[in-house]
């Protein structure tokens, strides 16, 4: 087996899953904010700024170096946080979000992805950190 | 029939035109059960430590040839004016589902490991839910 890299095998899987989402919300929320967005602004707007993000941390799970780095660890941070709070206010006020967003249910409408899919990218940001692996450049 | 503002068309009941449920559902139906099949083949693999091999990604052009055929029907049953409730998502579905499988394979020939089996698993699965989500759309739930 060759050394790992940040941007092969494991690493590559992630970026792939993380990929699939960011189209998957950035389509649907497109389709939403563009023709239903009065039907339930504050939703359809998180799913486009969700989408945004998982974008961002795709691109930024892609590239190798240290602001890429810094940038997914921004991104799938907010995603965590994102889905944990929207996740919890759309169970206990779900008033403020009449129609679903990525983030509704911890993610249950994308079969709780949006929940895992922070975790492993956390865990795989620090396995892979210069720190705590061999020193680069 | 009912139209609620922001151009939402509620889905019609027993639709039986151009595109009968006797054909697309059984379709959907095979897709759906080969992308779990080829799912459970790569998590296997995955499991094993082994990449993905031309047998599935032959599998997979299996699959890829029974989706064209529902494009095929999906634009003949449009044409016929008795298309999907919500064609936007639809097409958007439709179009994507096309596009994930080949993309898992280019996988596959660059990432000789076991993720790509990883990858063809998400694909896989991926594919089996926006068939699920197309009949949905379809019937306009």
């Known amino acids: 087996m060759s050394e790992p890299r940040v941007t092969s095998g494991a690493g590559r899987a992630l970026v792939a899953v993380y990929g699939l989402l960011a189209v998957a919300a950035t389509a649907r929320s497109l389709v939403q904010v563009l023709r239903d967005l009065e039907r339930a602004p504050l939703a359809y707007l998180l799913s486009a700024f969700a989408a945004l993000v998982y974008v961002v941390a795709t691109l930024a799970l892609a590239r190798t170096g240290p602001r890429a780095r810094r940038v997914a660890w921004g991104a799938v941070t907010i995603e965590m946080v994102g889905v944990v709070v929207v996740g919890a206010l759309s169970v206990l006020a779900s008033s403020l979000f009449p129609e679903p967003t990525v983030w509704s249910t911890f993610g249950a409408g994308y079969g709780f992805v949006p929940l895992v899919l922070p975790v492993l990218g956390l865990l795989w940001l620090r396995r892979t950190s210069p720190v705590a692996a061999e020193p680069r450049r | ?141």
């Open chain 2, 1 to 141: 029939m009912l139209t609620v503002e922001g151009g939402w068309r509620p889905g019609r009941a027993g639709r039986s035109g151009s595109y009968p449920r006797g054909v697309w559902i059984p379709l959907l139906l095979l897709v759906g059960l080969l992308c779990l099949g080829l799912a459970a083949w790569a998590g296997w693999r995955a499991l094993t430590d082994r990449p993905v091999i031309l047998r599935q990604l032959l599998t997979g052009a299996v699959i890829e040839a029974v989706l064209v055929v529902q494009v095929a029907l999906g634009l003949a049953a449009t044409a016929a004016g008795d298309g999907p409730a919500d064609p936007v998502t639809y097409w958007g579905y439709l179009v994507t589902t096309l596009l994930v499988l080949p993309i898992a394979a280019v996988w596959a020939f660059t990432e000789r490991t076991r993720w790509s089996s990883v990858v063809l698993v998400v694909a896989s699965a991926t594919v089996a839910f926006l068939q699920y989500r197309l009949l949905q759309v379809w019937v306009g739930l």
